[in-house]
């Protein structure tokens, strides 16, 4: 591997200048993750992997709020198994990798590394569901994938990522309905109330649909350079997948044997791109509060060694009385300036910094340094333990609305392709615009302006008109077009 590009660089670009250099930067300047030995993957890093972690515990609590219960399958998946939904192998054989060759003799079927689960927990389901008794099945996998990507970039494509794949079996088609919008909700609430993104749910296009699903349906997310995020996705499967592994069950009423409905559903590391890109800055990382690893960083200042051995002793009175309300370092490097402390711990997106020297003793407090806004406020030791979470809390709104609003001025409404040509080259921006829905149609917009159809937003009001590109019908309301990652 080229040393050039595996060095660490010593500063990050400037994100106004060069986003995705700015991007790459802060993920290797943060200790987030970092190149690996094997071309398109990463190696996460503690610092990376805590914030995945609090991610996954989050996400893992609500999937299993609703019902769910998480097992594990394996890795390799026979050829076979893939080959028998047509739709969904062709979709997916790009991306395949292969094992031909294992204990020093070739195979005499390939094993696919895992690119998605839905073929083995179907042929695993076909001897578990008989009876309308075993339904429904609400299962989760937290598992690695591997998909060979031509161009990479950290946690947002990369060859292997890790995620988490839900997969369920309805007697009905409703119920199969109703869990695929659910499961979509979750990620929206994920998104929102902890990672402060704010999301469009709607539904994707025939084209953008999961190979193999009836029906597809995502969040998107605007980054701060206006580009769009697909940031977790839920698939309805029909019956398509239970019919090429012949799943069956005996219904209640009429005793016959039918195929099961079924859902897919995922949310990967990918969204810790998501959480990079939305609220950093150029200095570096803004984390969301309730996902940071650390919190808040406690700086003691002091100068003579008298003066230390007194500032540190109220740092633990502060550490206990913080204990178990907020996640905090103390940051006690004799070696280094406050300063440079201020700029690592600005460059990880820590939430909060608390400076405390001889003075802010004398006075009884401390100053409070936010991330977001830069601002400080001096604040009494004694009431630490309540204003900490109470900042922690303002400053997670405070992200979320900075993101809407982004969202919301770059966010623009177009009748005629001569104004969504010239949007759509001039700046990065969601245009909602009136689509005819087919294919063709959306194939040559996304080869003319890069821009392709994110979803069909469930929000907005019905509206007719003629599709902004051919003039035919458009499909009853707007459509959300943008350029993506």
Request: with cysteine; aromatic share 8%.
């Amino acid at each position: 591997m080229n040393d050039e590009i595996t060095k660490v660089p010593d500063h990050i670009a400037r994100k106004s200048e060069n986003f995705a250099q700015w991007y790459t930067d802060v993920v290797r300047k943060a200790e987030l993750a970092d190149y690996s030995p094997i071309r398109g993957c990463m190696i996460i890093r503690p610092y990376g992997y805590a914030l995945w972690e609090n991610v996954q515990r989050a996400l893992d609590d609500m999937i299993k709020a609703t019902g769910h219960a998480n097992m594990y399958f394996p890795l390799l998946i026979p050829e076979s198994f893939l080959a028998k939904e047509a739709e969904h192998v062709e979709g997916f054989a790009p991306e395949v990798a292969w094992v031909t060759n294992a204990g020093g003799s070739e195979l005499e079927e390939r094993l696919a590394i895992r690119p998605t689960s839905e073929t083995i927990i179907c042929s695993t389901y076909k001897n578990y569901i008989q009876s309308w008794r075993d339904l429904p099945v609400l299962i989760n996998q937290w598992a690695n994938v591997v998909r060979w990507e031509m161009r990479t970039r950290f946690f947002l494509r990369t060859t292997e990522f890790l995620w988490q794949e839900g997969h369920t079996f309805h007697a009905t088609a409703e119920e199969a309905a109703e869990e695929t919008s659910k499961m979509l909700g979750v990620y929206q609430s994920l998104a929102e109330d902890w990672l402060a993104i704010p999301v469009i749910p709607g539904r994707k296009t025939e084209s953008e649909k999961f190979p193999g699903a009836d029906d597809t349906i995502s969040i998107e997310a605007m980054m701060s350079d206006g580009r769009a995020l697909q940031s977790g996705t839920s698939h309805n499967l029909g019956q398509n997948f239970t019919r090429a592994y012949g799943i069956e069950f005996q219904t209640r009423e009429q005793g016959v044997r039918q195929n099961p409905y079924q859902t897919s559903w995922g949310l990967s590391t990918r969204i810790i791109g998501a959480i990079i890109m939305t609220h950093g800055d150029e200095s570096g990382l803004v984390l969301p509060p309730r996902v940071a690893p650390i919190q808040l960083v406690i700086v003691p200042i002091a100068r003579k060694a008298e003066e230390r051995a007194r500032v540190l002793a109220a740092v633990d009175e502060i550490s206990a009385a913080l204990h178990g309300k907020v996640r905090f370092k103390v940051d006690a490097r004799e070696e280094l300036t406050p300063g440079f402390k201020y700029n690592e711990w600005e460059l990880k997106g820590v939430p909060i910094r608390l400076e405390i020297g001889p003075r802010d003793l004398d006075a009884g407090q401390v100053v409070l340094a936010r991330r977001d806004t830069r601002t400080k406020a001096a604040v009494p030791i004694a009431s630490l333990a309540e204003a900490v979470p109470a900042l922690l809390a303002e400053i997670q709104q405070s992200l979320f609305d900075r993101a809407l609003a982004l969202r919301r001025e770059l966010t623009i409404r177009v009748d005629d392709y001569a104004a969504f040509t010239r949007e759509i080259e001039s700046r990065n921006v969601f245009l909602e615009a009136r689509h005819c829905g087919e294919q063709e149609c959306e194939a040559i917009i996304k080869e003319e302006t890069k821009a392709t159809v994110r979803c069909i937003p469930f929000a907005g009001p019905p509206e007719e008109g003629p599709c902004v590109r051919c003039g035919k019908p458009g499909i009853g309301k707007r459509v959300l077009f943008a350029k993506a990652y």
